[in-house]
């Protein structure tokens, strides 16, 4: 099982561009989630889908779209990219909603914004 | 709603040497609490969690971390650390709303540092 992958590993824009980061879990979760990381901020929640069809955002949503493709993948994009959204960006997914599952974390989208 | 704070942003400690990081939290209901680790250019991994139950909860790689609901504390410890345990370790804490909470608050980071 590879578990949860994302693509790119790294990309850089410049402002006002658009991208789409992608992710998959091949661990047949219900739940998946998007993070950004930035430095002495710790993880910060994007956006969410406890379930296939459904999406709702966290803490910091603005300036990102998300889609539910399938179970499987769940892609977060950028509209308008702004150097604030410069950042290491999480995918992750949990076997089922509910904050006392375990979460498991891809290895990370490194996005530069000029 | 809850917080997370970890006392120190750094902490660097010899090999075979123990080692304390520090995390306390708030929050107005009871609460899941966790420790994940980031080791370099890598997702982050569950160490161990508390749900329920027992306070003293092991987890992988020999650490171990203490839920103390009075001081509102859940440091992590290891009694011998090694060099691969270089990383970074966060807290986070969930509120125990059942299952339609899915908000996991993390911490700002500890990272540790083993030297030879």
């Known amino acids: 099982n590879a578990g949860v992958t994302q693509t790119p590993k790294f990309q850089v824009l410049k402002t006002g561009q658009s991208m789409t980061l992608q992710c998959a879990q091949d661990m047949n979760h219900n739940s998946m989630y998007w993070y950004r990381q930035d430095p002495g901020m710790g993880l910060r929640l994007i956006y969410y889908?406890?379930?296939?069809?459904?999406?709702d955002k966290g803490e910091v949503p603005n300036g990102y779209n998300v889609s539910r493709l399938n179970k499987r993948e769940f892609s977060l994009r950028l509209e308008s990219a702004a150097p604030s959204q410069t950042s290491v960006y999480f995918c992750a997914s949990s076997e089922a909603p509910g904050a006392y599952n375990e979460q498991f974390f891809g290895p990370g989208t490194r996005l530069t914004v000029l | 709603a809850q917080s997370v704070t970890q006392l120190d942003s750094q902490v660097p400690v010899f090999e075979e040497a123990p080692v304390e990081l520090r995390c306390n939290y708030s929050?107005?209901?009871?609460?899941?609490l966790f420790w994940y680790v980031q080791y370099p250019n890598q997702g982050l991994q569950l160490l161990l969690k508390y749900l329920s139950g027992s306070t003293l909860v092991k987890g992988i790689n020999g650490f171990e971390a203490e839920f103390n609901k009075s001081q509102t504390s859940f440091h992590l410890r290891k009694p011998s650390v090694h060099i691969s345990d270089t990383a970074e370790y966060f807290c986070?804490?969930?509120?125990?709303?059942?299952?339609?909470?899915?908000?996991?608050?993390f911490g700002k980071g500890t990272l540790l540092t083993v030297n030879p």
């Open positions: 929050s107005s209901v009871s609460v899941y």
């Open positions: 889908s406890a379930s296939e069809g459904t999406t």
């Open positions: 986070a804490v969930s509120a125990n709303s059942g299952g339609s909470n899915y908000k996991l608050t």
